[in-house]
């Protein structure tokens, strides 16, 4: 143990030469393993819950960890490995926390005991993607890597492990949070052959003042294009619809369909990503980034509605559209924030990002769905959150396409 720590320390700190940079395998790795390790315990913890007693409005509640930690841990994580410019040890540290946060699952079965490991659940989990994508993103740009192809790798991998391990986690539903602990590891010595330089990044430059915590509030100090508000309020549209279907699995549950149902629904998610990962940079460059996060906001409300009609056939057209949702959303946003953003706020620029996401958008759509499918029921619940998201984004739209069109916005 004692050489194993050296040896991790040693590579926090190499000096080795590293003028190269990542190579495009080295980043697909890591976008690979960060879907890899989600897809092991992620789509299937509501069915877990549900499984062992818990009621949706329970179940929300257990979400809301990753609500409170998006809006005032996951921004101190960013805010500290951008202040010090050291990247590489913070995803370290955050790593290993989700690895051991993971194993508390074993503890208990009870209410108080899901509590408990969905709390130190979040601390970790949701920093992991904004600060590992800020890492790959700045890498792939410095070697003029095509960034949708990278993660791919993450689809890709996704799609195959709900596939292959559904079926599995029907009979055995706990492993998952030991496959995933595994996987988590797999990724932390991966991002440990990070070069020196993500130790070693420029330190954010000062606009008017000191930079505090509640900078990350602050948009004009961290992005330069003020339409970012408009795409932080299309991507929460989003991902407020997105949220709520993490009660698909209860939903399912309720149909009498169980994991290896609800690994096929995943995969299918997945592989929807596949075309708009390929196509996306081209859509992105013709029609700019504000108006696909704008479509896919429009979109997210058709497909909750779609949902709602509850059957397997149903369940699997939702899914496929996925990747002209979520995946053009994300796709977008992290263009426009990678171009938008300010020297040296590389990783609260993403922070901010998922602030939007896992933050407001999880509140309403995972806690606040939870206590009103148990008020209305699965269906109608589905209905009601369908025409939010639906004319909320459409109302939203049609004045931002007017302005773009008139010049007082950047689409891009």
């Given at each position: 143990?004692v050489?194993?720590?050296?040896?991790i320390?040693?590579?926090l700190?190499?000096?080795?030469k590293?003028?190269?940079?990542c190579?495009?395998?080295?980043?697909l790795?890591?976008?690979?393993f960060?879907?890899v390790?989600?897809?092991?315990?992620s789509?299937?913890?509501?069915?877990?819950y549900?499984?062992?007693?818990?009621?949706?409005t329970?179940?929300?509640?257990?979400?809301?960890f990753?609500?409170?930690s998006a809006?005032?841990?996951?921004p101190?994580?960013?805010?500290r490995a951008?202040?010090t410019?050291k990247?590489?040890?913070?995803?370290?540290?955050?790593l290993?926390?989700?690895v051991?946060?993971?194993?508390?699952?074993?503890?208990?079965?009870?209410f108080?005991?899901?509590?408990l490991?969905?709390f130190?659940?979040?601390?970790?989990?949701?920093?992991?993607?904004?600060?590992l994508?800020?890492?790959v993103?700045?890498?792939?740009?410095?070697?003029?890597?095509?960034?949708?192809?990278?993660?791919l790798?993450?689809?890709?991998?996704?799609?195959?492990?709900?596939?292959a391990v559904?079926?599995?986690l029907?009979?055995r539903?706990?492993?998952?949070?030991a496959l995933?602990?595994?996987?988590?590891?797999?990724?932390?010595l991966i991002?440990?052959?990070l070069p020196?330089?993500?130790?070693r990044?420029p330190?954010?430059?000062?606009?008017?003042?000191?930079?505090?915590f509640?900078?990350?509030?602050?948009?004009?100090?961290?992005?330069?294009d003020?339409?970012?508000?408009?795409?932080?309020?299309?991507?929460?549209?989003?991902?407020?619809?997105?949220?709520?279907?993490?009660?698909?699995?209860?939903y399912?549950?309720?149909?009498?369909l169980?994991?290896?149902?609800?690994?096929?629904?995943?995969?299918?998610?997945a592989?929807s990503?596949v075309p708009?990962l390929?196509l996306?940079?081209?859509?992105t460059?013709?029609?700019?980034?504000?108006?696909?996060?704008?479509?896919a906001?429009?979109l997210?409300?058709?497909?909750?509605?779609?949902?709602?009609?509850?059957?397997?056939?149903?369940?699997?057209?939702?899914?496929?559209?996925?990747?002209i949702?979520?995946?053009a959303?994300?796709f977008?946003?992290t263009?426009?924030?990678y171009?938008?953003?300010r020297?040296?706020?590389?990783?609260?620029g993403?922070?901010?990002?998922c602030?939007?996401?896992?933050?407001?958008?999880?509140?309403?759509?995972?806690t606040?769905?939870?206590?009103?499918?148990?008020?209305?029921?699965?269906?109608?619940?589905?209905?009601?959150?369908?025409?939010?998201?639906?004319?909320?984004s459409l109302?939203?739209?049609?004045?931002v396409?007017?302005?773009?069109?008139?010049?007082k916005?950047?689409a891009d």
């Amino acid at each position: 143990m004692v050489v194993s720590t050296k040896w991790i320390v040693r590579q926090l700190h190499m000096d080795g030469k590293d003028e190269k940079g990542c190579s495009f395998v080295h980043l697909l790795m890591i976008s690979t393993f960060i879907y890899v390790a989600t897809a092991l315990y992620s789509p299937f913890l509501s069915m877990y819950y549900t499984q062992h007693g818990l009621s949706s409005t329970q179940i929300g509640i257990l979400g809301l960890f990753s609500c409170l930690s998006a809006l005032f841990i996951q921004p101190l994580w960013a805010k500290r490995a951008d202040e010090t410019g050291k990247a590489k040890t913070f995803a370290v540290i955050i790593l290993a926390g989700m690895v051991l946060a993971l194993q508390t699952y074993y503890l208990g079965s009870s209410f108080w005991n899901f509590a408990l490991s969905a709390f130190l659940l979040a601390i970790f989990a949701t920093s992991i993607v904004p600060m590992l994508d800020s890492i790959v993103i700045r890498n792939a740009d410095k070697k003029r890597f095509n960034y949708a192809y990278i993660r791919l790798g993450g689809t890709i991998g996704y799609a195959i492990v709900v596939l292959a391990v559904g079926p599995f986690l029907k009979q055995r539903p706990a492993l998952s949070f030991a496959l995933a602990g595994s996987m988590y590891l797999v990724l932390l010595l991966i991002v440990l052959f990070l070069p020196k330089s993500e130790n070693r990044l420029p330190k954010p430059e000062e606009i008017t003042r000191k930079i505090d915590f509640l900078a990350i509030f602050r948009l004009k100090e961290i992005f330069k294009d003020r339409a970012i508000i408009y795409v932080f309020i299309f991507a929460f549209l989003v991902m407020l619809g997105l949220y709520f279907n993490m009660f698909l699995p209860v939903y399912a549950n309720e149909l009498g369909l169980g994991q290896d149902s609800i690994g096929i629904i995943q995969c299918v998610s997945a592989l929807s990503e596949v075309p708009v990962l390929l196509l996306i940079r081209k859509l992105t460059k013709k029609f700019g980034a504000l108006r696909v996060v704008a479509l896919a906001g429009i979109l997210s409300g058709v497909k909750l509605f779609i949902t709602s009609f509850g059957s397997m056939p149903v369940f699997i057209i939702s899914a496929a559209m996925n990747g002209i949702t979520y995946m053009a959303m994300y796709f977008a946003c992290t263009q426009f924030i990678y171009r938008t953003i300010r020297v040296g706020r590389d990783s609260e620029g993403q922070s901010a990002f998922c602030l939007v996401q896992t933050g407001l958008g999880a509140i309403l759509g995972s806690t606040v769905g939870g206590v009103i499918i148990d008020w209305l029921g699965v269906r109608q619940s589905y209905l009601l959150f369908s025409g939010i998201v639906f004319f909320a984004s459409l109302a939203l739209a049609i004045p931002v396409f007017i302005r773009v069109k008139k010049g007082k916005l950047t689409a891009d």
